[in-house]
């Protein structure tokens, strides 16, 4: 990372936006709260980093959001930060990883977290001449799991809720459909997806790993309808009568 000024400068807050489409969410919450009390004791510890945006006197964040947005809670209009001078791609990279880290981090932070950084990659590593994007990707899956510790295996189904629906992904955030089934929710087509959800809504329920597995495979031989998710969801309930 080249920085173009080696230390923190004061930067105004009103100059500071948000990174274009990053996945986490800064949530007005009781952790928020917290971080609003230290910012007003002690003020920023930790400088944001940022990097200049094109043709203006603004900047971009990379990583501190959440500082960000509570030192403006707290009145204070100025923040120090780290400038760098980074592309769009390795500025994904950053901002995932200075992230990642966190204690608490939702289902689909990660996963849209996951699918920013190994576009980013394959952005970064893609030649015309010498691969496809799809090896491209491949690759860099691999190379999000080495960083993150897990198998790549893991990463690539992560990658697969970013195609459920938000308010399918919504019931995965909070716990109310696991991660297994989800994956296998995240095959149905979008239409699919909302006659679920309206099931699921009407009957107050969601769906098992054996139902979702069920309905994939429905899915891909084109005979899942609304009729099917009524009667799999009474079965599944006289079962467990």
């Not at 200049?52 to 959001?65: A, K, L, M, Q, R």
């Not at 500082?67 to 209009?77: F, N, P, S």
């Not at 190379?143 to 459920?164: F, P, W």
Request: charged residues 25%; proline residues 4%.
């Amino acid at each position: 990372m080249k920085n173009t000024r080696n230390q923190p400068v004061n930067i105004p807050a009103s100059k500071l936006r948000p990174f274009s489409g990053h996945p986490f969410k800064v949530k007005d919450d009781e952790e928020m709260n917290t971080l609003i009390e230290s910012v007003q004791t002690q003020g920023i510890l930790s400088p944001l980093i940022v990097r200049p945006i094109e043709n203006t006197d603004e900047y971009e964040v990379i990583s501190g959001h959440r500082r960000l947005h509570a030192a403006v809670k707290a009145g204070i209009t100025e923040v120090p930060a780290l400038i760098v001078s980074l592309d769009r791609d390795a500025a994904a990279i950053v901002l995932v990883d200075s992230n990642l880290h966190r204690e608490h981090i939702l289902t689909s932070e990660k996963a849209f977290a996951y699918k920013m950084k190994a576009e980013a990659l394959a952005h970064k590593g893609y030649r015309t001449d010498l691969t496809s994007v799809q090896v491209a990707l491949k690759l860099a899956t691999e190379q999000i799991a080495e960083d993150a510790g897990k198998s790549k295996d893991t990463i690539k189904r992560y990658i697969r809720l970013t195609n459920l629906i938000p308010e399918i992904l919504q019931y995965v955030d909070d716990g109310r459909i696991a991660f297994t089934p989800a994956v296998e929710l995240s095959y149905l087509n979008e239409q699919e997806q909302y006659d679920l959800l309206e099931q699921m809504e009407l009957n107050d329920c969601t769906p098992s790993l054996s139902q979702a597995c069920r309905f994939k495979k429905m899915s891909g031989g084109g005979r899942l309808d609304t009729r099917s998710y009524c009667h799999r969801y009474e079965r599944g309930k006289s079962k467990s009568a």
